[in-house]
């Protein structure tokens, strides 16, 4: 089967930078993609990594390693509308999720 | 351009009975995804629907089925509803799928409540 496993919650301060693990279990993948999701909104979409190494979009960066089996998603600079879920997901044919984690950005 | 078009945004039905949720998809985009969200087993894909063709189908009961229209209209249907159903349903198009690093868009979501 494949399963994705992230830290449920994650604590930090505005300026801050926080990252967030993602680790999976899965045979065969075409990359891992991160989606933020807002209380009561609609997941939208961060970041793809397709190869190894770092992808950056601005204050956000996501990382993967195909020999670990893992990734994660690294914010910058933290800010107030930060605040939100945040989901790993392989892509393979379909997404699967990770159980998501919520982050809190405190002043 | 206009996102994806969920509706209806919430509902309330009763044990037994059945539901259909429609996805009104991105111009243009011809995948169309299912996705259930709930609190304890968080984001889990239902089905994928591309140019009118299941694609791709998940873990979940036959209860649970879909279809896609020729204009890329998306609806899905549960029937014999459980409490168990109560969940956020999400629909997501793109344009050729989950696969690579082709992004898929989010509707809002229907909120299902079984009484």
Redesign the interface.
């Known amino acids: 089967g494949q399963s994705l496993e992230q830290p449920s919650e994650v604590t930090a301060v505005e300026g801050a930078i926080v990252q967030i693990n993602c680790t999976y279990q899965t045979s065969g993948f075409?990359?891992l993609s991160w989606y933020q999701q807002h209380d009561g909104?609609?997941?939208?979409?961060l970041s793809?990594n397709?190869l190894d190494g770092l992808e950056e979009t601005g204050r956000f960066s996501s990382f993967l390693s195909r020999s670990d089996s893992y990734g994660y998603l690294l914010l910058q600079e933290l800010q107030m509308k930060d605040s939100a879920s945040y989901?790993c997901?392989v892509?393979?044919?379909?997404?699967?999720?990770?159980?998501?984690t919520t982050l809190q950005v405190k002043p | 351009k206009a996102g994806?078009t969920q509706t209806p945004r919430y509902l309330i039905k009763t044990r037994g009975q059945q539901v259909t949720l429609s996805c009104s998809p991105i111009s243009g985009h011809r995948s169309v995804?299912w996705?259930q969200q709930t609190p304890g087993q968080?984001?889990?894909?239902l089905f994928?629907y591309f140019s009118e063709t299941q694609?791709?189908k998940?873990n979940f009961p036959g209860r649970f089925s879909g279809r896609q229209f020729s204009n890329s209209r998306s609806e899905m249907n549960v029937s014999t509803l459980e409490l168990g159903d109560s969940a956020l349903y999400?629909c997501?198009s793109s344009l050729k799928?989950?696969?690579?690093?082709n992004?898929?868009?989010?509707?809002?979501?229907s909120r299902l409540t079984v009484l």
Do not use: M
Request: positive net charge.
């Open positions: 075409y990359g909104g609609a997941p939208t979409f793809y397709a989901f997901a892509v393979t044919g379909k997404l699967i999720f990770g159980q998501g | 994806v995804s996705y968080g984001l889990q894909f994928e694609r791709n998940g999400l997501a799928g989950p696969s690579g690093a992004v898929l868009t989010f509707g809002a979501g």
